[in-house]
């Protein structure tokens, strides 16, 4: 499949929003070329259609290919000239068992603004899946992959769009395309299943790295809105490009912002020609190329890959002369001053002199000490004594030494993570989360023990030392964002709810600052809930570590201050039952005698 044409197309949906009287669709699939716009065409019927299989969209995309060629003729039709989106809804709505199967009568009985608002609701109300899950062993994949490489894509593109509506086709694309280069250099091994499995492994957490990244952004924006987006973003690039200007680095970060909103919606025509116009406006801004040394490497790629690679990109050097450390009180007056005039403006040059001295620290460090520095100028800019009242008001604000505590505490982590197994630190993640509250399910728990033992893993691995802060707190604010957006919060304990409602930077130290629910009314103990039987002598590791954290979920929750010596008492008697019983001649009738008298009555666990 020709991958560049695919993603050129992309970019080329701008030309919709422009003058009605181009031949849009003709410019498209000249651009695209015909695996290119086909491809296009399958994403946006798949994200739309999930309730479809891919045998019922092929006459679409049939009449999408044949309408591309009309329009590219020395006659082209007139509905060449029509909107895009338009153009597509109207093929769907045409397809009355489509329009039945994908529930989307109500949609197509609505014309023009309101149809397009309703396709996109109705989008964005479609399950998320990541898993790629039942698949077939590698080696009938190579033989699919071999026999038909364009159609093993197309499936793969087919599936993955429809389980995952929200994505931008840019990312789907790519996504597919490393799937495809998976293959490649499996295919070829003796060891395809091996090596298979092992770069599936690295393939799909990559996948979920970038899902998750993009959906934080926008849980953020329909959470805090774009202010908090725009703060974020003016230290990520900040960060990234200290060459840049406050000036020039606050037009690109309007622009950025100005994208997150139709992204977020699923507004993909939208989403792609903002995309587009703020990667060619900042890739032709020659002044910024000369100073930005990554900036100017990412302008060099083609049109397909320059927005990935800024996203990417690692911070460039620091300007010469430029201080170590940004004092606040060094310029107060002047601070005041635009703070009285334009607040927004004065916080954004803050941070900005802040993030590029500081590409070490996290977003949400920098958000934290420019809160507590607002307010300073908030209580002391309207007052005579200005300089001394902000600098009585932060007496005990320094941000040198909040992002030197914090990379400290994350290395301490790190160094807990990486003394323990894998299992053991989820297990230990498992039990702490339990604790603080014990009313949520144990789905619920497993999942956020699972999100933030993989955040530090990654992290302590990859980013260590220097830049261990900004990746681990960005992730683990990731994913105490989404627990918050997956589950009702109010429904867990008040505790929860109230993190869950504090301003973005808060949430996590609020969440860290949590001590046991001493107040929680467990349900009476029943050793049948702790699931211990003869599966424990057969089950692989991962099945074991779902047993494990079961066991620790159930007793911590009976008792939310049970001591780490009790909690390696039960654990010792654990290992010794399963042990025994796993050599008894009848496992069932062992497990059943033993796991009360072991777990229960001499675990320590009554109140």
């Not at 949609?107 to 790629?132: G, N, Q, V, Y």
């Not at 680095?249 to 699923?266: L, R």
């Not at 040394?293 to 990109?313: F, I, W």
């Not at 654990?571 to 025994?580: A, D, I, N, R, V």
Request: some cysteine; overall charge negative; charged content about 25%.
């Amino acid at each position: 499949m020709q991958w560049l044409s695919v993603c050129s197309l992309l970019v080329l949906l701008s030309v919709s929003a422009r003058s009605q009287a181009q031949n849009q669709i003709c410019t498209i699939f000249t651009e695209a070329k015909e695996d290119g716009f086909k491809s296009l065409i399958l994403v946006g019927l798949a994200q739309n259609l999930p309730d479809s299989t891919l045998g019922d969209l092929v006459p679409l995309i049939a009449e999408a290919l044949a309408m591309g060629v009309k329009c590219c003729s020395d006659t082209p039709p007139e509905d060449c000239d029509r909107d895009v989106a338009d153009l597509f809804q109207s093929a769907v709505c045409s397809s009355e068992t489509l329009v039945e199967k994908n529930h989307l009568k109500m949609c197509c009985e609505k014309t023009a603004a309101e149809r397009t608002h309703c396709f996109l609701d109705h989008k964005a109300k479609i399950p998320r899946d990541l898993s790629l899950k039942a698949e077939l062993p590698a080696a009938d994949q190579c033989e699919d992959f071999k026999k038909d490489h364009k159609a093993f894509v197309g499936r793969f593109i087919f599936k993955f769009s429809k389980s995952n509506t929200m994505l931008q086709p840019h990312v789907i694309l790519a996504i597919a395309k490393a799937y495809g280069e998976v293959l490649t250099s499996c295919c070829g091994e003796a060891e395809a299943q091996t090596c298979f499995d092992t770069k599936k492994a690295t393939f799909q957490r990559a996948v979920g790295k970038r899902v998750t990244e993009l959906r934080a952004l926008c849980i953020v924006h329909k959470k805090y809105g774009d202010r908090v987006v725009k703060a974020k973003k003016l230290i990520q690039y900040s960060q990234k490009m200290p060459q840049a200007s406050f000036q020039e680095m606050g037009g690109m970060v309007d622009k950025i912002v100005a994208t997150v909103a139709p992204c977020c919606s699923g507004d993909m025509v939208t989403c792609m020609k903002e995309r587009k116009a703020l990667v060619d406006e900042v890739c032709a801004d020659k002044s910024v190329l000369s100073r930005a040394a990554g900036l100017s490497a990412c302008c060099k790629e083609d049109a397909v890959h320059r927005g990935s690679c800024v996203e990417a990109m690692k911070p460039d050097s620091k300007p010469d002369g430029l201080s170590e450390h940004y004092d606040v009180h060094a310029d107060i007056a002047a601070v005041c001053q635009t703070f009285t005039k334009t607040p927004d403006v004065a916080m954004g040059k803050l941070v900005y002199e802040i993030s590029v001295r500081h590409p070490e620290s996290s977003q949400q460090v920098i958000l934290r000490f420019a809160k507590e520095a607002e307010q300073a100028l908030l209580q002391c800019c309207d007052k005579e004594d200005h300089a001394e009242c902000v600098r009585t008001a932060l007496a005990g604000s320094d941000i040198d030494k909040k992002i030197t505590d914090e990379t400290d505490y994350y290395k301490k982590m790190c160094a807990v993570e990486t003394g323990m197994n894998n299992n053991a630190f989820e297990k230990s993640m498992m039990v702490h989360y339990t604790r603080i509250m014990p009313q949520a399910s144990f789905d619920q728990l497993h999942i956020v023990s699972e999100r933030v033992h993989d955040v530090l893993h990654d992290c302590c691995k990859d980013e260590p030392g220097h830049f261990i802060l900004p990746c681990a707190e960005e992730k683990l604010t990731d994913a105490i964002d989404a627990t918050c957006e997956d589950y009702d919060p109010s429904s867990i304990n008040p505790r929860i709810a109230h993190c869950c409602n504090q301003s973005y930077s808060m949430r996590r130290p609020c969440i860290l600052a949590i001590q046991p629910d001493t107040e929680f009314m467990p349900p009476e103990l029943d050793a049948s809930n702790f699931h211990m039987g003869p599966e424990l002598c057969t089950k692989d590791s991962k099945e074991l570590l779902l047993s494990g954290k079961k066991l620790l979920y159930g007793v911590v929750r009976h008792k939310t201050t049970i001591t780490e010596e009790q909690l390696k008492s039960i654990s010792t008697k654990y290992h010794s039952m399963k042990e025994k019983c796993c050599a008894a001649e009848d496992q069932a009738a062992c497990f059943t005698e033993e796991r009360t008298s072991c777990l229960i009555k001499r675990g320590g666990t009554e109140q």
